[in-house]
Every structure is written in C-alpha cells, then in structure tokens.
C-alpha cells in the first residue's frame, strides 16, 4: 500500500454531515415558503379568496390535508397519504402548518 492521499476517500466528521444537513434543510425550508408566497400572493390577485385547491397541482410527490393537533402538539399523516407518498415510521418529513380553525 501506498501512502497516497489522494487515492483515500474523505472522512467527514459527524459534526460536518449534521452542519451540512441543517443547511440543506433551511434552504429548502426557505425555498418553499418562497414558493408558497409567491402562490398565495398570485392567487389574492387573481380575484381568489386563498383557495389552496391549486396547490396540490403543483406540487407532485406532496399531500394537502386537515388533521388535528393532539396532546403533546402532535399530528397524524391520514394512511391514505402515508400510503400514496410512502412514507413509513422513522421516515423524515417537512411540514407546512397554516392554522384554519381555533376552537376557542
């Protein structure tokens, strides 16, 4: 064996991958909210009352529902989405919550 350095592969620390990963997700994160701006703010001009029934269309592999906040600020994935997008337990997901009803 040699001892060529560039022959080995890199070793990235836990704390790179974890940095890396957190990075990735707010510019997502960022990226959507964007995009979801960017709908509601054409669809308000277009005469429309906030209608999210168009939001489904452009976002193929996503799921729109209603769900209630349980104890604890938990909330379920309904199995037909869970099942359409398959997505099984431990799976990581990305939320948008746009509060519809308080029962207040």
Known sequence: ?????????PIW???AVAKQFQEATQNA?????ELFE???QSNMNAGGLGDFSQL???????????TRVQSGGRISIPDAEREALDIEEGDIVQTV????KRNR
């Open 1 to 9: 064996m040699t001892d060529d350095s560039d022959d080995e592969t």
């Open 13 to 15: 620390s836990p704390a």
């Open 29 to 33: 994160t960022q990226s959507q909210q």
């Open 38 to 40: 960017q709908f509601m």
């Open 56 to 66: 489904s269309a452009m976002s193929m592999g996503t799921a729109m529902f209603k």
């Open 97 to 100: 919550v746009i509060p519809i």
